[in-house]
């Protein structure tokens, strides 16, 4: 199946895979904000207290958009990674952040093939926040945001 020609129910399926990714941010932005130690952390472990709330945001907004869809929002994380090492925890949150963004560029074609174009533009709007999380988290770990136009 190409990525842009899809049902509603697998958009639904698609979107709360998204969902998932969602309730996994905001469990590890939690955890890792309030464990994250050392004097050089404190600056980012501020930011992923931001974060959290702005993953809630997107939590609501693509369960709402589940709900229009006609399907049921999922109540079940993606894995959370527990680790002591701050460098792990941040490294981990970059992967996460990656794999959403990737998600969510498809979820727009997707959407937008099936003429649900306001549920694109909502995405848009998640997916740049997203994007700053990913050069929040790179600027922690002392590099440049990672290059996600390649698979």
Do not use: F, W
């Not at 509603?8 to 698609?14: A, F, G, N, P, T």
């Not at 050089?40 to 959290?52: C, G, P, R, S, V």
């Amino acid at each position: 199946m190409s990525r842009t020609t899809m049902t509603r129910k697998q958009l639904i399926d698609r979107l709360n895979e998204d969902l998932s990714r969602e309730y996994q941010a905001i469990i590890a932005y939690v955890v890792y904000s309030q464990v994250l130690k050392g004097a050089e952390y404190m600056n980012i472990a501020k930011e992923l207290e931001a974060h959290a709330g702005e993953e809630l945001q997107h939590a609501l907004t693509i369960s709402k958009h589940i709900d229009y869809l006609g399907g049921m929002p999922t109540a079940t994380p993606q894995k959370v990674r527990l680790t002591e090492k701050a460098e792990e925890m941040l490294r981990a949150d970059l992967k996460n952040e990656s794999d959403t963004i990737r998600a969510y560029r498809e979820r727009v074609v997707q959407c937008e093939a099936l003429g649900e174009y306001a549920i694109a533009e909502d995405i848009r709007e998640i997916l740049r926040q997203e994007q700053e999380h990913l050069t929040d988290l790179a600027t922690a770990l002392g590099e440049n945001a990672p290059d996600l136009s390649k698979g």
